[in-house]
């Protein structure tokens, strides 16, 4: 059942069969969703996972775990071709290998990792695209404590989509990722996108510190509304959760003090073309001006060879 103003969800609350979380534009979890889903699931040994071919664009990877076996069958196939996909120690170890596939792709997935899908509704056939871990741009946005990591995997100028715009954000410890705060509601040509998002989280003990007796890794999502739409989401963040961004006024997201936080992103939306076009909170436009006087965080960037002992 649909729920016409929930805007965030808790672990477990968007599960979904063997899927840890569920998100599909074709059963919305609110009313009116239409444009962007996202699945999460922990593998065990011996089994699989398949997704039938459908009018959906998809992007797999893994968020912690070595390896991941995917068989698939493009449109037009009668055979299933295979890909292993390379891991990462943990969402905040650099970057996994990504495949994109296009729409009517049948799948299987096989292996012992954690994974994330994200998927948007398609009308154009793309060709399968393989993004190595090492080719993923790595960018540090931000300075001070806005300074954020970006694996800009999913960009319109790296990945040959049809409607999907997909990222992934770690914001280390105590910094804030989003700000200045900023929306994409509103199609305006060459300034502003219209664009559903969905963020998915993880969050732990900011790496290089000994893991505490007792901890609860956490941080901040904030949403706000930017017209007469009803839109306002102010939650503590756990490991698992979603938040999704119907439209209005999004960000900071803050890590708390002694957590590091993930995030994966997918947007799309309606527009005639596919791009992500923002703008500003206006009373927060001065914050990027303030970061011409700082440095990037040096923790950063969080990668596999640059982990401390933990």
Known sequence: MTNSSKWYYRQGELASGAWEVRVDAENPPVTGWAHTGVRVATMSQDSQLTIPADNNERIVFILEGESLELQYKVAGNSDFQSKVLRGRRSVFHGPADFLYLPLNTEIKLSGTSRIAIGECPAKNLKPVQFIAKED??????????????????????????????????????????????????????????????????????????????????????????????????????????VALVPYGWHGPVAAGPGYDLYFFNVMAGPDPERVWNVTDEPNQVWIRDSWATQLPDPRLPYTELNAKKE
């Open 136 to 241: 993923v741009p790595v960018n540090i946005r931000g300075a001070g404590r806005e300074s954020r990591q970006i694996h800009n995997f999913g960009m319109p100028d790296i990945l040959d989509a049809d409607r999907m715009i997909t990222v992934e954000a770690i914001v280390p410890a105590g910094n804030w990722s989003g700000a200045p705060a900023h929306k994409h509601d509103t199609y305006i040509p060459g300034k502003e996108s219209h664009l559903e998002e969905i963020y998915y989280f993880e969050s732990a003990v900011t790496r290089g510190v000994a893991k505490p007796s007792s901890s609860s890794p956490f941080g901040i999502f904030r949403g706000n509304s930017s017209d007469s739409r009803e839109y306002d989401v102010t939650e503590e963040i756990h490991s698992g959760d």
